[in-house]
């Protein structure tokens, strides 16, 4: 298996480093990044919970999760709150 994935790893140019483990970490914060919905990424990639997916995936949306607060605050405009 080791020999493989080095084939595979020079074939796709990637770091020397880069491991299997790095690709599923990319793939579930790339899925929740654009919307995936958490329960269904979760399944994917057989944690035992959402909250565990969440728990140890979901730091990154915390910008993501600001940027859209403020794009909604922009449109409604502290004026229609008076």
Known sequence: MSARWRT???RLN???GFRVHDWRHSKVTNDLDSGENPVEVSANVRHH???YTMAKYGHSRKDGARKLAAAGAG??????LV
């Open 14 to 16: 990637l770091p020397d």
């Open 75 to 80: 449109r409604i405009g502290p004026s229609s």
């Open 49 to 51: 919970s959402p909250g």
């Open 8 to 10: 595979l790893r020079t």
